[in-house]
């Protein structure tokens, strides 16, 4: 069971705008900033989104971060068949002085 | 361009030990903090150490720690993972990534090495 709480799975039609939460505890997301990974089938984890809200060069604006409390979340606006993926936040624990992931959220798109 | 290859996977036994490597270039290695993530197959990302940009300050899951050792050779640009005492549970891709401080964004990955614990 993961650390941090995501929904297995989301769905959205091209165009549309899907949301993504991720739930945590005050010792990770409530004194820590998130990142969010993109991972495509069959390849290694990109960053997608660092620091709740700023995204590493080369990210589309498509994609948004944002943190209230103890609870992040991605938003990805005009929903394209590319963006079909894994996507996982994470952050710093400070209870358990590591890093740690989401079970991460399997995006279709429809 | 920035470059992670991580290399040393294969089958083990149970109770046995591998060693990993990741070779870093396309930037100052002695600059970064790296971290170890592993994915069993079909299962999410779960980190598993991190060792800061002199080496001196590392950190381990409890999944690992006492078995996993983190280092690295900066003269080398290399990260190492020794791993002793392997169980079944540690079958899955490790991959090596870069960050600029201890609690930022992984911004580089490797593509990953296969580790397999099985009799």
């Known amino acids: 069971q993961s650390v941090l709480t995501q929904p297995p799975s989301a769905s959205g039609t091209p165009g549309q705008r899907v949301i993504i939460s991720c739930s945590g505890r005050?010792?990770?997301?409530?004194?820590?900033?998130v990142h969010w990974y993109q991972q495509l089938p069959g390849s290694a984890p990109k960053l997608l989104i660092y620091?709740?809200?700023q995204r590493p060069s080369g990210v589309p604006d498509r994609f948004s971060g944002s943190k209230s409390g103890t609870s992040a979340s991605l938003a990805i606006s005009g929903l394209q068949s590319e963006d079909e993926a894994d996507y996982y936040c994470?952050?710093?624990?400070?209870?358990?002085?590591?890093?740690?992931f989401g079970g991460g959220t399997k995006l279709t798109v429809l | 361009e920035v470059h992670l290859l991580e290399s040393g996977g294969g089958l083990v036994q149970p109770g046995g030990s591998l060693r990993l490597s990741c070779a870093a270039s396309?930037?100052?290695?002695?600059?970064?903090?790296m971290s170890w993530v592993r994915q069993a197959p079909g299962k999410g990302l779960e980190w598993v150490s991190s060792?800061?940009?002199?080496?001196?300050?590392?950190s381990y899951a409890d999944s690992v720690k006492g078995r996993f050792t983190i280092s690295r050779d900066n003269s080398k640009n290399t990260l190492y993972l020794q791993m002793n005492s392997l169980r079944a549970e540690d079958t899955a891709v490790y991959y090596c990534?870069?960050?600029?401080?201890?609690?930022?964004?992984?911004?580089?990955w490797g593509q990953g090495t296969l580790v397999t614990v099985s009799s």
């Open positions: 396309g930037f100052t290695f002695s600059n970064y903090a």
């Open positions: 060792i800061s940009d002199s080496g001196y300050s590392t």
């Open positions: 620091s709740n809200n």
């Open positions: 990534a870069r960050a600029v401080g201890g609690r930022d964004g992984l911004d580089y």
């Open positions: 005050s010792s990770n997301i409530g004194s820590n900033v």
């Open positions: 994470a952050a710093w624990d400070d209870s358990l002085n590591g890093r740690v």
